[in-house]
T-cell receptor, first 113, second 111 residues
Framework: DTEVTQTPKHLVMGMTNKKSLKCEQH?????MYWYKQKAKKPPELMFV???????INESVPSRFSPECPNSSLLNLHLHALQPEDSALYLC????????????FGQGTRLTVV | GENVEQHPSTLSVQEGDSAVIKCTYS??????FPWYKQELGKGPQLIID?????GEKKDQRIAVTLNKTAKHFSLHITETQPEDSAVYFC??????????FGAGTQVVVTP
């Protein structure tokens, strides 16, 4: 099973809303990632968790807040987003941090209105 | 940091022909190079990868070659089929383990 599950698949939120994106994997992977992907562009790394601890934050604005409650779950909390934050948000996981296969979820299509 | 360039940006091929996508990278410390296929409305799917101690790897109709000296790697798809139509991304893993993606290649296979 190489499945990474993301919920919800689609989300529309207002600029004053608070919402959360969820990601789950049961492959025993110890590294989990959040990526942002705009239309016709490659994924851009946002955050990396290793052994449930935040190891990389790619200078992401504080209106995005990641959380790793346990080794299988990864959340992304959203607050006071801007319309330009509309994008496909992808979660990925891998066995370790370096030089290992990373598997992506289907993504959450986020629209900020 | 790592910089990955990918060409071409679009590629149209006749069904049954071969497709080749080329990437170059800048960080000589990079040693892991995956390729992803992304269909419309879906997340990227890992289709093949290669590590720096190997020059070539093949999996059925897909092959990847790596030239560490020249810092470039390529994806080869033979006997293309309509279901091969998608966006393909190359990537390189830098010394921190972060994946740096190329800009992507839109492949269209026409019957």
């Amino acid at each position: 099973d190489t499945e990474v599950t993301q919920t919800p698949k689609h989300l529309v939120m207002g600029m004053t809303n608070k919402k959360s994106l969820k990601c789950e994997q049961h492959m025993g992977h110890r590294a989990m990632y959040w990526y942002k992907q705009k239309a016709k562009k490659p994924p851009e790394l946002m955050f990396v968790y290793s052994y449930e601890k935040l190891s990389i934050n790619e200078s992401v604005p504080s209106r995005f807040s990641p959380e790793c409650p346990n080794s299988s779950l990864l959340n992304l909390h959203l607050h006071a987003l801007q319309p330009e934050d509309s994008a496909l948000y992808l979660c990925a996981s891998s066995q370790g941090l370096a030089n290992t296969e990373a598997f992506f979820g289907q993504g959450t299509r986020l629209t900020v209105v | 940091g790592e910089n990955v360039e990918q060409h071409p940006s679009t590629l149209s091929v006749q069904e049954g022909d071969s497709a080749v996508i080329k990437c170059t990278y800048s960080d000589s410390a990079s040693n892991y190079f995956p390729w992803y296929k992304q269909e419309l409305g879906k997340g990227p799917q890992l289709i093949i990868d290669i590590r720096s101690n190997v020059g070539e790897k093949k999996d059925q109709r897909i092959a990847v070659t790596l030239n560490k000296t020249a810092k470039h790697f390529s994806l080869h798809i033979t006997e293309t089929q309509p279901e091969d139509s998608a966006v393909y991304f190359c990537a390189a893993s830098d010394s921190w383990g972060k994946l740096q993606f190329g800009a992507g290649t839109q492949v269209v296979v026409t019957p």
